[in-house]
Each structure stands twice: as C-alpha cells, then as structure tokens.
C-alpha cells in the first residue's frame, strides 16, 4: 500500500535563489546568541536559537507538515513489513566486544522498516557516503552504553536519551549504494499498529555530519585536548561542552583533526571492524566510501573549513555558517552549493520547500525587545522571530501596519482545574477530621461549568482578542485531534458563549439532588436568598487565580460567575510556586482551592502515537489522582445517553464514527469507562469490562477511540478547557512565508524554510502545479565555491483592534463548525 510510486523518480533540477538577504532578528536579552550548543549528541541544538539555526543547516530525514501529517523529506519511506525474521547481516554495535554483531538473527521483529535516503555531498564538497551512515550508526550505540567501569565513550545524558528506543532495534541492513542514495532495513520490536509512520519513526538512521567530524568530536570528548576536557551534556571544570560554532573551541578542533592524521590511524575500529559486514552486503570499500585515501580528504577538509570559516559546522542542508560573532551577536549564513539529493512530499499540491530562496541569511540578537520590533517595522530587518503578545506589538502596528504581518502561535493554552475530591454522590469531604462539603465532588456541578464560563468573554475581554475559545486537550492548530473532538464538543452542545441561565439550572439540580443525601446523613444544604448553604454555614469555593499573566482576570471573571451561581467566592491571588504546591503537590482533601487557573505550553504538532497517551485523559493532573486509584468512572453508554438520548444510531451519525460505525459494533464497548478507553488508547491492547480484550489496529478505529474517550472526559469534567492564546512573530511585508506553521507560525523547520520574498505585485490568481508522482530532489552544485562575505483591564471605551481585527479571525460559533 505504501510508496511504491516513489521508486520511479528521476531528479529534478534546482531552482533559481529568488532572494539576496533575509535579516533576522531575536531577543537575546542575556547577552547570548545562543543558550545551548551545536553538536551531534542527545545535548546538542536543544535550544530555541540552535534548533532554528540548525533547520536551515541540516537537512531532516522526515518532517511533521501543517497538516499533522509525517512527511518524506531527506529520505523516503519505502516499506514497512510486520512479523518478519531478522536477516543474519542484520547488525548493532557492541560496545563491549568492539565490533558488528548479529544477536537477533534468526529471531521475529516486530516491524521492519525500509528507508531509501537522498546522498550526494556536504557542504565542504565531500561525498556524504554509507561509512557516514554505519559510523553515525556505531556512534548512536556507542555513547549510550557504558561498557565497563571506566568507559570513557559513554555519555550519561546520552543513555537516558537512546537507551528505550535502542533496546527495541533488532539490526540495521543496508539493501543497496548507488552515487545518489542508500537504502536500508531497520529490524525492530515495535509497532504502532494503527499507523505505519509512527511505527517507521522509532528509528531512522540519518546522519548529519561527515564521519571524520564526528569522529573528531568523539575523541576530544573521549580523551581531551591539549589539557582541555570536552563533554557532550555539560561543561567541564576546566574545558568545553562541545560546541561546533565557539570560535574559542576551533584551535582544539584543528588540533585533533591534526593529531590523527599524524598518528596514522584514520579509520577507527567502528569501521574497521564493519568491512565483514560490507562483504555479507556484497558492497565493496570503495563503494561505502570506507577508504584511507577519502579519510585523510575528510579530516583535511575539517581543517581546511576551520581555518576559513572558524566553525566546524560541516552538515548537509541548503546553507553553512560564513561566519558567525558570539559579542556582536551576528551569524551570517550563506546558500551552499553542495549537491543535495531528497525526496520532498508535497502537501495540497505544493512541494514541500527544497531549495534555498536567499543567497544569504543574517541573523541578530537584540537586547531590547521595542528596539527589535520596530527596526522589523521600518524595514531594517524581515522577521522578528521571537513571539510577543499582542500588546507589544500593537503599537508597530498602529503606526506601520502598512508595512508589518503578524503571525500568530499558538503559546499556551488554559483550562480550569477542579478539585473533585469527596464523595460523588453527597460532596462531603473528610477534611483533617472536619466533615466538609465539596461542590465540585459532584460530576454535574463540574459538568455545568462549561455552560457557566463564557469562553468568548474570556478570549475577547481578558485576552484582548489573543486567542480561541478551547474546548478540548488539542489547540486548534493540531488539526487531526481538534476536528475529531469537536465533533463531540458539539454534540455535547458546548459553545464560545456558555448559557449561564442554564448552567444555574444545572447546578440548582445536582446540589438539590446531593441535599437530599445529605438530610439521610444529618446535614442540611439550601439554597436561601440565592446563596447556598451547608449546615448554616456559606458554601465557599476558593479559586486560585494566577497573578503573572491574564488568568488573574480570568480569575476574578470566575468569582463573578459563581457568585452569580449561588456560591461564597474567596478569591487567592497566588504565583506559580505557590499556586503549584497547593494543587499538585498537597492533600486535595484541605481544601486549600476548588478551582485554579491552570495554563500549558504548547509544544508544537505531535504525531498520532503521541496523542495516544493523552495525560488528560487519564486524569493523572487531577486531584485526588496523584498517588491514588481514581479513575473516570464515565462510560460510553453515558455518552450515548447524555448526546443521543440513548439512540445508538443516532449518536453515530453525529459524531461521525467511522470504525465502530454500527449499533453491534458499538454496543460492545458501551460499557467502557474514560480510563479503559485512555489505557487502550495508549496501549492499543486493553482488557475492559466483562474481561473483553480489545486491540487497536487502525487510524478509524484510533480517532473514534479518541472521541469517546475525550467525551467521557467531558463528562466527568475534572477541568474545563476554556482559551487557546496567541502570541505573534512581527514580519515585514517584504517577505511571505509560503507553510505557515498552524501551532509555530514561523517556528517550524517547514515554515522556516519556506520564507521566501514577497512578490512585488499580490497576485490576482495563483496557480498550483502538481506533480504526477514523487521524484527524488536534487539540488546541484554550481561551478563556483563558497566566498567568505566582506559584510557582515480598564473601564475606558474600547475600540476594534487587536489580533482578531489584525489577522481577520474574528472568534465566533464557526468554531463549532465540522472542519471537512
């Protein structure tokens, strides 16, 4: 089923570079460039500066496009087979024994993946060659073991990083060699059977540096140099963490590519001992690049660069570092002309982008952030790529908003945490030996609150206009995860607005409902002159309301609702330390807090295989769960009942289930609880009710899973998701970015890339050329080489402005509408 389409490819040429110089512009208000540092290791390029530098120098295997969706970029996933036995030339490196071995031939892998990527030559001009693959390869297992007591190539950091995935991998198999690419076979216990790209993901073997580089590395941080000590993860006493652009490192760098060209020992023993292994291939030295002539041209070329550029950043990607200024604070990237060769997907009829559009790229740090935004306004730089609410940028943009687009991502998103802890049916609560009564240990009160918060009032009067109404575990721009829960959200009846009459109602019902448990058991709860009352005495809810943002506002719209609802509100307006040890490291039963203002940062687009362990859906950031047994007691059947009335069929339609898509497939999971449907969501087997195993084994199957199990959170409603906020990456009009990142906005390697110049004239019509078929990418070298550059909240009236108005996103119900 998969790719078999992309065997035919031919090359294609390489387009003309459009632009002269892209200028960029971040903060870097601790006087630094860059906070981490460049090199191969787990350690390395962790960043926000390195990581986004480091995508215009490397190219990726793979990518995670817009549309939540893995994409072939570098390489190409050619196959992936289940249940296959393992070849005996299948090898891993033993660290101990120092050689290729083959423990698991013979044996059944899981998944075998087949990977076919792109060669041709690094930015030095040297051939990118299989020996770069099995020394990468070597050095992955190499680092993350410590074999024996005084093992000076093994990296803690490392093995905490690589350890759980190399513990799966069964043998790695190269298949075929040409000049253009390689194609190999990973052998390995994992699968992800619902989706053959994460299962390929585990474990992709591409590297990033020529191997005498790396092996360059590996000995400084092995042995030292010249009396300096050298670590991947940490910095030394009295040496480096090892860093790849730091100018004061390159003398170190020089010396030991040196040091082994005159100990005559060019080749080390993690390719020496891999010939056995290229004769059961049945590739020759010289095919594998596995030469001492290619190695004596590669450890020259490492400090041929040194001395001309002062880095030994030698990668693959469309551009090197010419030249970089830690005190100015200045890199300055040129477009290589090293041939690259990839097989790029394209996404709504648009390749992904390949090739370079700037001759040059100028990075700068600035130390203040207005003087950054409005050098972009005027034009002295395109991109201010570091995301600033709307407030900070709002004037720039009142001034010369002619000239300026901002660009939003999404930052963090909030939902309000409820302390349900008590019990379900009666709300009391032990509470240090007092009997105390809790509102929220009543599913329904919980479930009213998405009814009683107005998540438009919160996104256009606290956020000013920066932001969504949030309904679920998903921002809006993971697309797959929102579109499928929305769908649920909606047959909920959730909404931007709420209806506050009704969730008084609903409220009303429920602690009626408790009170006459309560009068069984010697206790009175009433409603008198619109305040509720346990044994006399005011209900209150206290709300911790978190003072360094807006959910401080957010806070005080929360005690304004639930005073309309009935209850005493005791407001505590508390920092993160505080606020965090009173709700997620202490007893829930104090009662210190019934509701907080929680707030999570967005991490960027995840893959299916990530969703799948959806923290949320376990509730494990709920209270009483830490330490404890809860568990969401909510079932499918109830879901069924509280969207359907019932009707199997109907509840269907509505939420548009594709596997369990008949009344008998779905009655056997009826009664199913939220935490069932989580475990086999992250498991893909589970034992349910009634000793029923069921198996997950494709994406329908997967994202209906997904809903009923986010509807069965809603349910029990241990938080309500309330606001998705944005902040905006400022960008001069003179440019365009072609992937707009619908999490990241600029901050993905794909929109990154895709920054390009604005045309001169907006266009009327555009035109998409799609090709008929995948074809492998080849951006070929010119005649000439690389040249070093000479240059371096009130009560006042407000108006419509803001994001909203800025970007043309007005927040409204169309939110609720099924994204086709």
């Not at 291939?281 to 040194?306: C, H, M, N, P």
């Not at 568990?631 to 369990?660: C, E, Q, W």
Request: with cysteine; proline share 5%; glycine share 6%.
């Amino acid at each position: 089923m998969l790719f078999s389409v992309f065997l035919v490819a031919k090359p294609a040429s390489a387009q003309t570079v459009q632009g002269d110089k892209l200028k960029i512009v971040y903060l870097a208000a601790q006087g630094s460039l860059f906070m981490g540092v460049f090199n191969p290791s787990p350690s390395g390029m962790t960043d926000v500066y390195t990581h986004r530098i480091w995508y215009f120098l490397n190219d990726p295997a793979i990518v995670m496009g817009p549309d939540a969706q893995r994409h072939n970029y570098r390489c190409q996933l050619v196959d992936v087979k289940y249940n296959v036995q393992v070849p005996d030339d299948a090898v891993i490196w033993n660290g101990t024994e120092k050689k290729w071995v083959s423990p698991y031939a013979g044996k059944t892998a899981t998944s075998a993946v087949t990977w076919k990527c792109g060669l041709g030559t690094w930015v030095d001009g040297q051939k990118i060659t299989l020996a770069d693959y099995l020394f990468d390869y070597a050095m992955t297992w190499e680092w993350a073991y410590q074999d024996g007591k005084d093992d000076k190539y093994y990296d803690e950091e490392w093995g905490n990083n690589a350890q759980g995935t190399l513990e799966t991998i069964m043998g790695f198999k190269v298949n075929k060699v040409t000049d253009d690419y390689i194609e190999y076979t990973i052998y390995q216990d994992y699968i992800v059977p619902y989706s053959k790209w994460a299962t390929a993901v585990n474990f992709i073997e591409k590297p990033a540096l020529p191997w005498e580089l790396y092996n360059v590395m590996s000995e400084m941080v092995a042995n030292g140099v010249n009396g300096k000590a050298f670590s991947w993860s940490e910095q030394p006493q009295d040496g480096y963490q090892i860093d790849m652009i730091d100018p004061d490192q390159m003398k170190y760098f020089k010396a030991e590519a040196q040091a082994i060209l005159d100990g005559g020992k060019l080749i080390p023993v993690w390719l020496e001992t891999a010939k056995d292994v290229l004769q059961k291939w049945g590739i020759s030295e010289e095919q594998a690049g596995l030469t001492e002539d290619l190695a004596k041209k590669g450890y020259e070329s490492v400090i041929s660069w040194v001395d001309k550029y002062n880095n030994a950043i030698i990668s693959d990607g469309p551009y090197y570092v010419e030249k970089y200024d830690p005190k100015a604070m200045t890199v300055v990237l040129k477009a290589a002309n090293n041939k690259r060769v990839g097989y790029p997907d394209e996404i709504n009829g648009k390749k992904l982008p390949w090739d370079p559009y700037w001759k040059e790229i100028d990075i700068y740090g600035s130390l203040n952030d207005d003087t950054a935004i409005l050098a972009v306004a005027k034009g002295e730089y395109d991109l201010y790529w570091y995301a600033r609410p709307y407030n900070k940028i709002a004037k720039a943009l009142q001034e010369y908003g002619d000239n300026l687009n901002p660009m939003k991502t999404i930052a963090v998103w909030w939902s309000v945490n409820l302390n349900l802890v008590g019990d379900p049916q009666t709300g009391l609560v032990n509470s240090s030996g007092q009997t105390k009564f809790n509102p929220f240990a009543l599913r329904e009160v919980r479930f009213a609150m998405n009814w009683l918060i107005n998540r438009q009032y919160i996104v256009s009067q606290v956020l000013q206009g920066s932001g969504a109404p949030l309904f679920g575990t998903a921002v809006s721009g993971q697309v797959d995860a929102y579109s499928n829960y929305m769908k649920v959200a909606k047959a909920l009846g959730f909404t931007p607005q709420g209806d506050e009459a009704y969730a008084i109602k609903m409220i009303d019902e429920a602690m009626n409902k408790a009170a006459q448990e309560l009068a069984k058991k010697g206790h009175k709860l009433e409603k008198k002159d619109g305040v509720w009352t346990f044994d006399g005495e005011p209900v209150t809810v206290k709300i911790i309301a978190r003072v360094e943002d807006e959910r401080l506002d957010e806070g005080k719209y929360l005690a304004q609702i639930l005073q309309k609802a009935g209850f005493k509100v005791d407001l505590l307006q508390w920092q993160r330390s505080q606020a965090s040890k009173a709700v997620y490291l202490s007893d829930p039963t104090t009662l210190q807090w019934h509701v907080y203002t929680e707030g999570w940062v967005v991490s960027g687009i995840q893959d299916v295989a990530s969703l799948a362990w959806d923290f949320w859906f376990f509730d494990i950031y709920v209270d009483p769960n830490w330490g404890t047994d809860y568990h969401n007691p909510m079932t499918v059947r109830d879901l069924v009942d509280a969207t359907a009335n019932g009707d199997l069929a109907k509840f269907i339609s509505t939420v548009d289930l594709k596997y369990y898509n008949t009344p008998d497939k779905l009655e056997k999971i009826l009664d199913w609880t939220g935490y069932d449907l989580a475990s086999l969501l992250a498991f893909a087997k589970w034992t349910g009710p009634n000793n029923d195993t069921v198996k997950l084994e494709s994406l329908d199957q997967f994202w209906d899973l997904y809903k009923l199990a986010y509807g069965t959170h809603s349910l029990n409603a241990p938080r309500v998701y309330t606001a998705e906020t944005w902040n905006f990456f400022l960008l001069n009009k003179k440019i365009k970015v072609e992937f707009v990142d619908p999490i990241s906005g600029v901050g993905s390697i794909l929109s990154a890339r895709s920054i390009m110049p604005a045309p001169k004239e907006t266009p009327t019509t555009t035109t998409q050329t799609t090709s008929s078929e995948e074809k492998p990418t080849t951006s070929k070298p010119s005649t000439e080489k690389p040249t070093t550059s000479s240059s371096a909240g009130g009560e006042e009236k407000k108006e419509l402005c803001g994001p909203a108005f800025i970007v043309g996103l007005a927040i409204v119900p169309l939110l609720l509408r099924r994204r086709k």
